[in-house]
């Protein structure tokens, strides 16, 4: 996972303030996907992306969660009005082009919502 | 839809022993199945993987075949280590559209000197 930075790694939130999570993705990938690690869980897959377009979003709540990756610049992962239940570790992976079938992971940011 | 279960843990072994995690699947198609490794509060590493059926992955002395008859890669070592310690997560890649991973739910390990 050399390479794939995210931050900031650690994020304490009070119930109902927005928290923003970055990804910025080895140098050459310009694929992002997102996946989010409950408590004992394995990670569940929310989004990818690619530069400027969400490709697939089929993980995502319907509600408060927003993911981009614009043209310059990190992936975002952006949660309003969080709740407990938000609280998880999220992590990103990218992929160099056309090699879809392996992903490379960031250390994680770890979210806690108080 | 495709799915991954893992053994159930945790598993807490001898130093030297020998390992094996079992990991079943389900899956349209034909996916690339992976082993990874997640070492306390860090991200998930690529241990092994296998694109195809009867492919063997391996590396750092763990082992795991691609099993298409039983829809199972289980992952084996010989002899484990103390710094072997760490939650193994077995994984397919889906074959069509945006080919994301499929986690099981992981198995904690821990090596006991």
């Known amino acids: 996972n050399a390479g794939v930075m995210q931050n900031p790694r650690h994020l304490v939130r009070r119930r109902g303030q927005e928290a923003r999570l970055r990804c910025s993705p080895m140098?050459?990938?310009?694929?992002v996907y997102w996946y989010r690690q409950l408590p004992e869980e394995g990670l569940k897959f929310m989004v990818y992306?690619?530069?400027?377009?969400?490709?697939?979003e089929s993980g995502m709540p319907k509600e408060r969660f927003s993911a981009e990756f614009p043209k310059e610049g990190p992936s975002i992962l952006r949660i309003q009005q969080v709740v407990r239940g938000d609280s998880a570790a999220y992590f990103c992976?990218?992929?160099?082009?056309?090699?879809?079938?392996?992903?490379?992971f960031g250390p994680g940011t770890r979210l806690t919502v108080l | 839809g495709n799915s991954v279960t893992q053994m159930e843990g945790p598993v807490t072994l001898s130093e030297e022993a020998f390992l094996t995690i079992n990991c079943t699947y389900t899956?349209?198609?034909?996916?690339?199945l992976f082993w990874y490794v997640q070492y306390p509060g860090e991200g998930l590493q690529l241990l092994l993987k296998a694109t195809k059926a009867d492919d063997k992955g391996s590396n750092k002395g763990f082992e795991a075949t691609y099993r298409k008859e039983t829809t199972s890669f289980h992952l084996e070592k010989g002899s484990v280590q103390v710094s072997d310690s760490a939650v193994y997560f077995c994984a397919l890649s889906e074959v069509q559209g945006a080919q994301k991973l499929v986690f099981g739910q992981g198995t904690r390990l821990t090596i006991n000197p």
């Open positions: 140098k050459g990938h310009s694929h």
């Open positions: 992976a990218t992929h160099p082009p056309g090699v879809y079938n392996e992903q490379f």
């Open positions: 992306l690619q530069k400027e377009n969400i490709i697939d």
């Open positions: 899956a349209t198609g034909y996916p690339s």
